[in-house]
Structures are given as structure tokens and as C-alpha cells.
């Protein structure tokens, strides 16, 4: 039997990382538990409204933030406020599917042009692999506003 899976993230700005990660893939941040949103509304704002009520004080509003895939079908990313900086590299990371099918210059151009949307949403390019078929068929590195790595592929 199979599990699902939630991929969390350390932060220091867990929603401010949550912003960039919904951008990058297209998710959403999810309504608090029994809200329902009316269309256009700002889901973040009404999480600060739903812990007013509990009673959560206002600095500790942006301890953790989530993000799930509005079509039910990629993995729920949640971000958990920690204190300490990253010091290495990330042992795993998310690759971004910016190019499925396409190869070739066609291919990297593709991933050139999602590189500089992500950029404009604070996203830093690291590293350009070109391709090498038949084992690669070239990709980007690149770092979140945060500095945590991920590909473009």
C-alpha cells in the first residue's frame, strides 16, 4: 500500500517561502480548517484571522505555513519556522518539470524562460548542465529565496 507524502521545508520566513513555493508550482495556500473562502480571497489573511480567534498570539502567526497542489494531485509542501541558517547542501530536493517532452534547444529554452520567472520571484540561478544525451538531457540549478536548491529539468 502506498503513502502519501508531505515535503517539509525549514525557514525562516515560512510564509514568505510558502509565497514562492505556490508560485514556482502552481499551488495554493489552503483555507484554515472550517473557512470557507470566498473567490479572491486572500488565504493568508484569514489564517491570521482564524488564529486571532484561537488565541495565537500574533508573533507566532508565521511559525509554519502550507501549500498543496489545487488539483489534488502533488504532494502537500508544509514550512516550519526553525532558527537556525542553512550550512550545506540539500541531501534531496525538488526538481520542477519545466520541459516534459520537449528536448534539445527547445528543451533548455523552455527552461531558460521558467528560470527567469522564478528569478523574478526571488529565486537565484546557480548552475546551467547542458545536455548530454543519452544520460542527461540538461538542466538547471537554482536556489529559493532561502537558498535551498532545486532543478529546473
Same mark, same amino acid.
Given at each position: 500500500?502506498? %503513502?502519501?507524502?508531505q515535503i517539509?521545508? /525549514?525557514?525562516h /520566513?515560512?510564509r514568505?517561502?510558502?509565497r514562492?513555493?505556490?508560485a514556482a508550482?502552481?499551488?495554493?495556500h489552503p483555507?484554515?480548517? +472550517? ?10 489573511? *484569514?489564517?491570521d484571522?482564524f488564529l486571532?480567534?484561537l488565541?495565537i498570539?500574533?508573533?507566532q ?5 502550507? $501549500? ?5 494531485q502533488?504532494p502537500r509542501?508544509?514550512f516550519?519556522?526553525v532558527p537556525e541558517?542553512? $550550512? *550545506?547542501?540539500? %541531501?534531496?530536493?525538488?526538481? $520542477?518539470?519545466?520541459?516534459p +517532452?520537449?528536448?534539445?534547444? /527547445? %528543451?533548455?529554452?523552455a527552461?531558460?524562460?521558467e528560470?527567469?520567472?522564478?528569478v523574478a520571484?526571488g529565486?537565484t540561478?546557480v %548552475?546551467?548542465?547542458?545536455?548530454a544525451?543519452?544520460m542527461?538531457? +540538461?538542466?538547471l540549478?537554482?536556489?529559493d529565496p532561502? +537558498?535551498?536548491?532545486?532543478c529546473?529539468?
Amino acid at each position: 500500500m502506498s %503513502r502519501h507524502v508531505q515535503i517539509t521545508f /525549514d525557514a525562516h /520566513d515560512p510564509r514568505a517561502l510558502s509565497r514562492f513555493w505556490a508560485a514556482a508550482l502552481g499551488y495554493v495556500h489552503p483555507a484554515p480548517p +472550517g473557512v470557507e473562502l470566498p473567490e479572491g480571497a486572500d488565504p493568508l489573511a *484569514a489564517w491570521d484571522e482564524f488564529l486571532t480567534r484561537l488565541g495565537i498570539p500574533e508573533d507566532q502567526h508565521n511559525s509554519n505555513s502550507a $501549500i498543496e497542489d489545487p488539483d489534488g494531485q502533488g504532494p502537500r509542501v508544509f514550512f516550519q519556522q526553525v532558527p537556525e541558517d542553512k $550550512i *550545506a547542501k540539500n %541531501r534531496v530536493h525538488l526538481d $520542477i518539470r519545466a520541459a516534459p +517532452g520537449a528536448t534539445g534547444a /527547445d %528543451r533548455m529554452a523552455a527552461l531558460e524562460t521558467e528560470c527567469e520567472r522564478l528569478v523574478a520571484l526571488g529565486a537565484t540561478r546557480v %548552475r546551467r548542465f547542458e545536455p548530454a544525451p543519452p544520460m542527461s538531457a +540538461g538542466f538547471l540549478v537554482m536556489a529559493d529565496p532561502e +537558498g535551498n536548491e532545486f532543478c529546473l529539468d
